[in-house]
């Protein structure tokens, strides 16, 4: 009898249409691979060498105000740039490129060079999610901007510059790749049963609970079915809102209290500030798009401990990714985690 629990299988993504094998019976492979660095704990609340800080001059020449709550600003070295011709190249059907315009800019989360979304008070982490609000309403309105991808790299596992807390947002002039795929999935979804296929999929996932990693009253926090990374994670809108301009105070109240949640868990897990890519995904520039529902993805690289990463090599880099732990066990083991902070208990 085939058993999810026991026997390898892959399991369909349908927000990309794409596939991920789990191999459940391979956890018990021994570990004789890479050991990565534990950073260290400590950090000053205020650091003169920091670039995010208040106050200080960054590397691009300009100096930070003596900011109270979050700072916005152009990134210095931006990937994307407003003033870039239009223009297109092609050399036969298979060389093809496009002008990408479009806007870079950095969101300071917070003056406290060593408090992160897990650490920061819930009205804090709010003023974030009103800078976010702010931010995707003015681009998304901008002529010439197709997305506004949020994002935050943390960690310098995943290649994050400055551990003051912050994160980007990159504005191109079209859908990229991963939005992309999603608009498509749910879009189709939407036309073919009147609804979002994260309101039904959130439903299913709230009644068969055992990927459930918390709930408030606008927001899931689970492991997706198909998660790819160990403790791969989502923040589901419980109600269909197409993106953070659509959502009510009390959305926004949640939405911080879900992130908090989440990180807050993640820095339990192994009792280390937990690295992660994060970012929402929700409407692209342009029309309304009834079916589409605001989420976040989380998707953090550790596997067993705090110094055994997950790597997407081999077999994962040429045909599918890969995982041993089982989904329903991650959420098993973030929902049992306490919601208050390692560094931050009293005992
Ligand atoms: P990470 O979150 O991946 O570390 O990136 C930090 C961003 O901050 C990066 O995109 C920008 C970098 O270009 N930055 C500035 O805009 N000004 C600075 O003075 C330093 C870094
Ligand atoms: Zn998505």
């Known amino acids: 009898m085939f058993d999810l629990k026991e026997h390898p299988h892959r399991r369909l993504n349908p927000l990309t249409g794409e596939w991920v094998l789990v191999s459940p019976h391979r956890t018990k492979r021994p570990w004789q691979g890479q050991v990565e660095k534990v950073p260290p704990v400590e950090r000053p609340a205020y650091d003169p060498g920091c670039y995010l800080c208040p106050g200080n001059a960054r590397a691009g020449g300009l100096r930070n105000p003596q900011y109270e709550t979050t700072l916005v600003f152009a990134n210095d070295f931006a990937a994307l740039l407003p003033d870039t011709p239009a223009g297109t190249f092609e050399h036969g059907e298979l060389l093809r490129a496009e002008a990408q315009p479009g806007v870079c800019r950095v969101v300071c989360f917070s003056p406290r060079h060593d408090l992160a979304i897990a650490e920061m008070e819930a ?45 980007q947002i990159w504005a191109p002039s079209t859908i990229p790749n991963e939005p992309a795929k999603e608009h498509a999935a749910q879009k189709a979804y939407f036309e073919a049963h009147g609804r979002t296929l994260l309101a039904d999929y959130a439903d299913v996932e709230l009644k068969l609970g055992e990927r459930i990693v918390a709930v408030n009253a606008s927001f899931v926090v689970l492991t997706p079915f198909w998660a790819v990374w160990p403790f791969e994670a989502m923040i589901v809108a419980r109600r269909p809102v197409s993106g953070l301009d659509r959502m009510t105070e009390r959305e926004r109240d949640d939405l911080a209290a ?41 998707y953090p690289p550790l596997l067993r401990s705090a110094t055994v990463r997950k790597f997407m090599v081999g077999y994962e880099m040429l045909a599918t990714p890969q995982r041993d732990i089982t989904p329903e066990a991650a959420a098993a083991r973030l929902r049992e985690l306490s919601e208050v902070h390692y560094r931050q208990r009293q005992d």
Not at 148 to 165: T, W, Y
Not at 269 to 277: A, D, G, I, K, N
């Open 123 to 167: 009205a804090a982490v709010r003023r974030v999610v009103d800078a976010w609000v702010d931010e995707y309403s003015e681009l998304i309105a901008r002529p010439g901007i197709g997305y506004v991808q949020i994002f935050e790299n943390r960690g310098a596992m995943m290649g994050c510059s400055n551990p003051h807390p912050h994160g």
């Open 258 to 298: 879900a992130m908090k949640s989440v990180a807050t868990r993640y820095d339990n897990l192994f009792e280390v500030s937990f690295p992660y890519t994060m970012g929402f995904h929700q409407r692209p520039a342009g029309a309304e798009c009834p079916f589409w529902h605001f989420h976040a993805h989380y």
